[in-house]
């Protein structure tokens, strides 16, 4: 584990004493400013774990200090604070997301002592692997996947899984379970993607083949990397593995990122149609975070829009994120695709996209992500009983 360091700049003494103190006490070492330069500075030597920015300081260009810590390559998670309108820091964070930062949130001023506790205690302090731990890691099948349930919303309930999404996580024999935010820029960075997507679309056919003799039926997705939709064999060599384990190809889904479509959108058409022809059902996952055209969009071969989560946390109470949800199903009912709603964690959320008629829906409030064995043991009593997975979250 690295030791925890903060970073924060702030215009106002009486937040930075604040915040100094309160992160003190959980554990950090702190790090305040008022001044743009020497917060740059302090990013880029100190490599903190956690870094705050007030995007509203009348003396330094917000802006433009973001651009900076995305020019310096830190890894480093970012929090926006302000009290400025909600459109205005939604587009902060877009701009530190293009610049290549990990935008990790927004602290809402005043400040409430519980969610900067609840901001600090989340950070994840695990050292990020070595080249040479992701390979062995692979080689040895250190790796493990998670699946999470996604129901249809038909209305009323019972609910009915659609189908289940395969998320990796690392079973590290030191360190424990790791989320794939540890290990994944790694993965980038040394180009094992494909190794990566090799063994995570193995064991998901082997889980799948399991569940079969049980009579559990459900496809299972799998994410694509961007990285292989320049591959014109990409297709032939996920179709190969499918059938060495005797499995239909209409048993997966894959998901494909909106902005990795798009990177190159003439290539990935043609790869995704190949897919599409082997009976492969395509769905474009954080649908709202790129920047893909209608007409784009209208010749890819996808069968589903994912709606980026960051729409769907605030759709039960945010207007403008219910606009955006909406016209997002509305554009997508009308290519003829269906929709699914990505991060669901409440009930509020959850009544507005039934009566908005959005297809399927996953999240926290309906079932979090659970090893093979225990989302086999929550299918079988769902068989039993499907009011189980009407009634709110299940774990």
Same mark, same amino acid.
């Given at each position: 584990? +690295?030791?925890? &360091?903060?970073?924060?700049?702030?215009?106002?003494?009486?937040?930075?004493?604040?915040?100094?103190?309160?992160?003190?006490?959980?554990?950090?070492? +702190?790090?305040?400013?008022?001044?743009? $330069?020497?917060?740059l500075?302090?990013?880029?030597?100190?490599?903190?774990?956690?870094?705050?920015?007030?995007?509203a300081?009348?003396? $330094?260009?917000?802006?433009?200090?973001?651009?900076?810590?995305?020019?310096?390559?830190?890894?480093?998670?970012?929090?926006?604070?302000?009290?400025?309108?909600? *459109?205005?820091?939604?587009?902060?964070? *877009?701009?530190?997301e293009?610049?290549?930062?990990?935008?990790?949130?927004?602290?809402?001023?005043?400040?409430?002592?519980?969610?900067?506790?609840?901001?600090?205690?989340?950070v994840?302090?695990?050292?990020?692997?070595?080249?040479?731990?992701?390979?062995?890691?692979?080689?040895?099948?250190?790796?493990?996947?998670?699946?999470?349930?996604?129901?249809?919303?038909?209305?009323?309930?019972?609910?009915?899984?659609?189908?289940?999404?395969?998320?990796?996580r690392?079973q590290?024999?030191?360190?424990?379970l790791?989320?794939?935010?540890?290990? /994944?820029?790694?993965?980038?960075?040394?180009?094992?993607?494909?190794?990566?997507?090799?063994?995570?679309?193995?064991m998901?056919?082997?889980?799948?083949?399991?569940?079969?003799?049980?009579?559990?039926?459900?496809?299972v997705?799998?994410?694509?990397?961007?990285?292989?939709?320049?591959?014109?064999?990409?297709?032939?060599?996920?179709?190969?593995?499918?059938?060495?384990?005797?499995?239909?190809?209409?048993?997966?889904? /894959?998901?494909?990122?909106?902005?990795?479509?798009?990177?190159?959108?003439?290539?990935?058409?043609?790869?995704?149609?190949?897919?599409?022809?082997?009976?492969?059902? /395509?769905?474009?996952?954080?649908?709202?975070?790129?920047?893909?055209?209608?007409?784009?969009?209208y010749r890819?071969?996808?069968?589903?829009?994912?709606?980026?989560r960051?729409?769907?946390?605030?759709?039960?109470?945010?207007?403008?994120? &219910?606009?955006?949800? &909406?016209?997002?199903?509305?554009?997508?009912?009308? /290519?003829?695709?269906? +929709?699914?709603a990505?991060?669901?964690?409440?009930?509020?959320?959850?009544?507005?996209?039934?009566?908005?008629?959005?297809?399927?829906?996953?999240?926290?409030?309906?079932?979090?992500?659970?090893?093979?064995?225990?989302?086999?043991?929550?299918?079988?009593?769902?068989?039993?009983?499907?009011?189980l997975?009407?009634?709110?979250?299940i774990?």
């Open positions: 584990m +690295v030791p925890k &360091r903060l970073a924060a700049i702030d215009d106002d003494p009486k937040i930075c004493a604040f915040i100094k103190k309160v992160a003190e006490g959980l554990g950090y070492s +702190v790090f305040t400013t008022s001044n743009g $330069e020497e917060f500075s302090e990013i880029q030597h100190a490599k903190p774990t956690l870094a705050l920015l007030d995007y300081m009348p003396t $330094e260009n917000c802006a433009e200090i973001l651009r900076a810590i995305g020019n310096q390559g830190t890894r480093s998670p970012i929090v926006l604070m302000s009290s400025i309108d909600a *459109r205005i820091l939604r587009v902060a964070q *877009r701009l530190g293009n610049s290549g930062l990990k935008m990790a949130g927004i602290l809402h001023k005043p400040i409430l002592l519980n969610d900067l506790k609840v901001l600090l205690g989340n994840d302090t695990t050292e990020e692997p070595s080249g040479k731990e992701m390979r062995e890691a692979i080689d040895k099948r250190e790796l493990v996947l998670h699946f999470q349930p996604i129901v249809h919303l038909n209305g009323s309930k019972p609910w009915k899984i659609h189908y289940l999404e395969a998320l990796v690392w590290h024999p030191t360190l424990g790791l989320q794939p935010d540890t290990f /994944l820029p790694v993965v980038e960075r040394e180009g094992l993607f494909w190794k990566l997507t090799h063994i995570v679309l193995s998901a056919l082997e889980h799948l083949k399991e569940w079969h003799k049980e009579n559990l039926t459900p496809p997705a799998i994410n694509l990397p961007a990285q292989m939709l320049t591959d014109l064999s990409f297709p032939d060599e996920i179709a190969e593995i499918v059938n060495a384990y005797g499995i239909e190809s209409h048993h997966l889904f /894959l998901e494909v990122t909106e902005t990795g479509a798009m990177e190159d959108a003439v290539r990935a058409l043609d790869v995704l149609t190949r897919f599409r022809l082997k009976g492969f059902a /395509l769905s474009m996952d954080d649908f709202g975070t790129g920047y893909s055209s209608l007409l784009q969009l890819m071969p996808f069968s589903q829009l994912k709606i980026d960051s729409f769907i946390q605030d759709a039960g109470s945010d207007e403008e994120a &219910r606009a955006i949800v &909406r016209a997002s199903t509305d554009l997508a009912h009308n /290519l003829e695709l269906t +929709v699914c990505e991060g669901v964690e409440n009930a509020a959320a959850l009544q507005f996209l039934t009566e908005l008629g959005v297809d399927t829906a996953q999240g926290y409030y309906i079932c979090r992500p659970a090893p093979a064995d225990k989302l086999a043991e929550i299918m079988l009593k769902w068989q039993d009983d499907p009011n997975l009407g009634s709110g979250p774990n």
